[in-house]
């Protein structure tokens, strides 16, 4: 094989980041893949994990999602297994050589498709197991043989327990979102698989945050691990521009049409807490005229994939979820994510904001804030050590008075549903802030809290991600907010606002 690191060093590739694809010298058919995908400069990640895993080492990454982690752990655990590659057909030359554990189905079928991207011009098989799925299609695979088996934990086990998974050749396993593995309560699980493992392996760990059950699981299961650690564990991605706006929770909606209008988003992610307000807001808003789809934890695994789908071709608008359901999804362009209701864990802020930005798109994660929110924000701003400024959105007058509409139509007013959803209702705070959160200052925790930036620019934009975002809707098929829709009444601005205050010192005295 190749040596693909030759005089590349970890120290080297920290040094010049922006290393080349090129520079690389990857073996011709992972090259030619790697270049139908656009690739060319490495992410930081990948600058700095490949030569790692090239060398053998364990690798603990702090890595969020959309920072190209999966090509970091796929291209070069893929070139070192290239030498196994057989044309045969007997399954017995076709052992599992490296297993990718994922916490979610969706998250599975992903990695699998950019691993099948990537062995596409080689001999070398890969498939993908996860549970909600007939077991026989997957059993034939399996028993084929593959040399990299991507799977979420629960599935696996019961392929082990068939025998229709031999895991005795593997080289190596990688803990993709290991700290969602653990908080979806996987560790069970995880133990069991890796009991099942050869002692000699290369175990490589990835997870957007670090625990001290995460520490404790690397502790138990790396053996001398090098630490990998981009744009600081717990961040939030410097190509997003974030904005924390005071909503009361009858307003959300109509916040939501204006800022979809006023920014001129073409598509989003609407994030919320529980799967019944998941699947009662995507209805309010469908029936509000807005291309719509909702993705949740109790739909069926075919209706989250057609769901995913529909986004994907841009025939919905908008996809609003619950956190279990959009994790990790890659979906390319993501415009903007809204977390219509605020996580109830600060880490899942960092996660929702990692949908958009994605490989240097520039994103925008807009959060709507309720009063009985705070603790929640607080909690946000430990996370990121940054402090967060309100604002307050001011609604324009010249929207149709909805609520008059649904008496006239229907008896009854249409929008009652916002009162269900949002299950805290609350008035308007009057004391909302007017001020900015500008981009990178989540990133950057050491610019002045408060002080203004300027919106995201090309030096503040990573430079490895130079890709432009590129929308999925063409101007023949705008979303469905540029078209004339029914939006929910705005209450007026309250003549009270203020117009600076910061969010941490506003909650101490609330
Ligand atoms: P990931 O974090 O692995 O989910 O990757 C996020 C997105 O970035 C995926 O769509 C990848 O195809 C894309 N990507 C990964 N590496 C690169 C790269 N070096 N250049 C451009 N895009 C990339």
């Not at 994990?49 to 999966?70: E, F, H, S, W, Y």
């Not at 019961?158 to 593997?170: G, P, R, W």
């Not at 392996?201 to 001398?224: N, P, V």
Request: contains cysteine.
């Amino acid at each position: 094989m190749t040596d693909l690191i030759s005089e590349l060093t970890l120290e080297r590739s920290r040094a010049e980041p922006a290393l080349a694809f090129s520079q690389l010298q990857l073996a011709e058919p992972l090259a030619r893949a790697v270049a139908e995908m656009g690739y060319e400069s490495m992410t930081p990640i990948q600058a700095q994990a490949i030569p790692v895993v090239l060398q053998g080492r364990d690798v603990m990454g702090a890595a969020q999602t959309g920072t190209g982690k999966t090509a970091a752990f796929s291209l070069p655990l893929l070139q070192r297994m290239l030498r196994h590659q057989s044309s045969s057909t007997s399954p017995a030359r076709h052992p599992v050589r490296a297993l990718v554990l994922l916490p979610t189905r969706e998250l599975a079928d992903q990695v699998a498709q950019a691993i099948k991207e990537y062995t596409k011009y080689t001999e070398l098989r890969s498939a993908v197991v996860f549970g909600g799925m007939d077991m026989k299609p997957q059993t034939l695979e399996l028993k084929r043989g593959v040399e990299v088996l991507v799977a979420t934990p629960g599935r696996l086990l019961d392929h082990i327990e068939a025998k229709n998974a031999v895991l005795n050749q593997v080289e190596y396993v990688v803990l993709d979102e290991a700290d969602r593995m653990l908080d979806i309560g996987f560790l069970p699980d995880l133990q069991r698989i890796l009991s099942f493992l050869p002692k000699q392996r290369t175990t490589l760990l990835f997870s957007a945050t670090f625990s001290s059950e995460i520490k404790r699981l690397a502790g138990s299961y790396l053996q001398d691990p090098v630490t990998i650690e981009v744009a600081g564990s717990n961040a939030t991605a410097t190509t997003v521009e974030q904005h924390f706006y005071s909503v009361g929770d009858e307003d959300k909606r109509h916040a939501l049409h204006q800022l979809l209008n006023q920014r001129g988003i073409k598509q989003a992610f609407v994030f919320v807490n529980s799967k019944l307000g998941c699947a009662r807001l995507a209805r309010s808003l469908e029936r509000e005229g807005l291309k719509t789809t909702a993705l949740h934890g109790d739909k069926s695994q075919d209706e989250r994939l057609k769901a995913l789908e529909s986004f994907k071709s841009g025939e919905v608008d908008l996809l609003v979820c619950t956190d279990v359901a959009a994790r990790g999804l890659d979906i390319k362009d993501v415009p903007a994510v809204f977390n219509f209701d605020i996580p109830f864990n600060a880490e899942d802020y960092v996660h929702r904001t990692g949908r958009t930005g994605r490989a240097g798109a520039l994103g925008l994660a807009l959060s709507f804030v309720s009063r009985s929110d705070a603790r929640l924000v607080a909690d946000i701003e430990k996370l990121l050590k940054t402090k967060i400024e309100l604002e307050a959105i001011e609604f324009a007058e010249d929207v149709p008075d909805i609520r008059r509409q649904g008496r006239i139509n229907d008896g009854r007013r249409m929008y009652q549903a916002s009162e269900q959803e949002g299950s805290r209702r609350e008035a308007r705070r009057p004391g909302s802030v007017r001020d900015v959160a500008r981009e990178g200052q989540f990133a950057r925790p050491e610019r002045p809290a408060g002080r203004h930036h300027a919106p995201v620019s090309a030096q503040a934009r990573d430079p490895f991600f130079d890709k432009p975002y590129e929308a999925t809707l063409t101007d023949q098929a705008k979303p469905s907010w540029e078209a004339s829709v029914t939006r929910p009444t705005a209450r007026s601005i309250s003549a009270n606002i203020k117009p600076k205050r910061v969010v941490a010192a506003l909650f101490k005295s609330g």
